[in-house]
């Protein structure tokens, strides 16, 4: 299909679509914006919410805000509002520390659980090609807890599971190649194997329908600064499945996990719920703009994000082979929108280089070593004009420095 064809379907597209108006609560520019999967873009009301929190909770009320701006439920009330997005129950997500640390948390918990019906279970199982920090968390818990570390591509799980296996660290979707993992078969696989799993949904939590509840996820983490746009280092969140949430364990007990954590009692004892995945005194600044950012949510059905991203990256893809010359980038990312998430990779030769002049001409994307070109696609604020540009770009550049 010619350039003009495309673009003219780019307008149709924009003009049916029923998510088009939420690119107007985002602060943005010319610039075709990319990157979501790595920092989402900034929603137009945190700024003004952020500065009441600045203003007049800390500033005026100081103290009292722990309790009069409810402050110290933060963690779980906003815990409650990413549960839909994620398929989850209220009362089962608490929001606090990075995803690294609840990776830990969620991995020894699991342990423990797994051990206390059969202490024969000493296998970490983890995603060999999983975020770098994932690997060196679960080597970590590992060491502590005696286990023995067996790293596996996702789709060889089921090969390596079995009867010494305690839990699985799996991510729901890669983020190279932006493939998505089956979520439900290997949940289901790794309770067959009577372990334990723990998903990782950086990259897919506001992107794509999860189903933690209804697929009976154990344990998950993630971030909330990529396509929850909760701001850059916004904290995490630990999700635990309502039926174990009395056994978890967690492996760092502090005083705001504690049963009565004012009673200051030198003795540990476990709070309630979700509640036990907290740790330490919650960081209200970050911990607020990401409840603002939030808002963006309202009335939004994470169903029509999933068909508008697939609608998205399958236009992308038919850009780029319309545009780009022939045998100068490769798809990875999976055509199956089954296997899919929010984002498509390219490899191509040079790429650090063409992603730099991408930005430079307002396409911002972002590259990983050695060869990918990486684009996100945030429905909330990307449009299918962004879409056709992008790739109208992307073909220019590779075109001139072919030449």
């Known amino acids: 299909m010619s350039e003009g064809a495309l673009a003219g379907q780019a307008a149709k597209l924009d003009a049916a679509d029923q998510l088009r108006g939420k690119r107007d609560e985002f602060v943005l520019d010319d610039s075709v914006y990319l990157d979501g999967n790595s920092l989402g873009a900034l929603p137009v009301g945190v700024q003004e919410k952020i500065a009441d929190v600045i203003s007049r909770q800390w500033g005026q009320l100081r103290i009292r805000s722990w309790d009069e701006s409810g402050w110290w439920t933060a963690p779980e009330r906003i815990g409650d509002r990413i549960a839909p997005l994620v398929g989850a129950g209220p009362g089962r997500i608490v929001v606090g520390d990075s995803t690294s640390v609840n990776v830990f948390k969620a991995l020894v918990a699991a342990v423990r659980i797994a051990r206390d019906t059969d202490a024969g279970r000493d296998e970490i199982v983890v995603d060999a090609t999983t975020f770098p920090t994932d690997g060196y968390i679960a080597e970590s818990a590992a060491r502590m807890t005696g286990c023995r570390l067996v790293p596996v591509a996702p789709g060889d799980v ?21 493939r998505l993992h089956d979520l439900p078969g290997l949940t289901a696989a790794v309770h067959d194997a ?31 600064y990529k396509y929850l746009n909760g701001g ?19 492996p760092l007990p502090g005083w705001n996990s504690h049963a009565e954590p004012f009673g200051m009692r030198p003795r540990f004892e476990a709070a309630d719920g979700a509640v036990r995945g907290r740790v330490g005194t919650p960081d209200i600044l970050s911990m607020l703009a990401l409840d603002a950012a939030l808002d963006v949510w309202d009335g939004v059905s994470i169903e029509a994000v999933r068909a508008k991203s697939l609608a998205l990256t399958d236009f992308f893809v038919e850009c780029v082979g319309a545009y780009v010359p022939a045998g100068r980038v490769e798809v990875l990312t999976p055509a199956a929108h089954a296997e899919r998430g929010s984002q498509v990779a390219l490899r191509c030769q040079d790429a650090g280089d063409v992603m730099r002049r991408l930005v430079d001409q307002g396409v ?28 109208g770009v992307l073909a220019r550049t590779l075109g001139e420095s072919a030449g």
Not at 158 to 178: E, F, K, Q, S
Not at 377 to 390: K, N, Q, S
């Open 194 to 224: 009577g372990a334990l799993v723990v998903w990782d949904l950086c990259h897919t939590a506001g992107a794509l329908p999860v189903g933690l509840d209804a697929h009976g996820v154990d344990l998950a983490v993630g971030c909330t």
């Open 364 to 391: 911002v994307g972002d590259f990983r070593a050695p060869d990918v070109l990486r684009f996100g696609f945030t429905p909330l604020y990307v449009g299918f004009a962004d879409v056709e540009r992008a790739a």
């Open 158 to 178: 089921r090969d390596v599971i079995g009867p010494r296996t305690a839990v699985v660290l799996l991510n729901h979707a890669d983020y190279r190649t932006g």
């Open 232 to 250: 850059p280092g916004s904290p995490a969140y630990i999700y635990v499945r309502e039926e174990l949430q009395d056994r978890f364990d967690s």
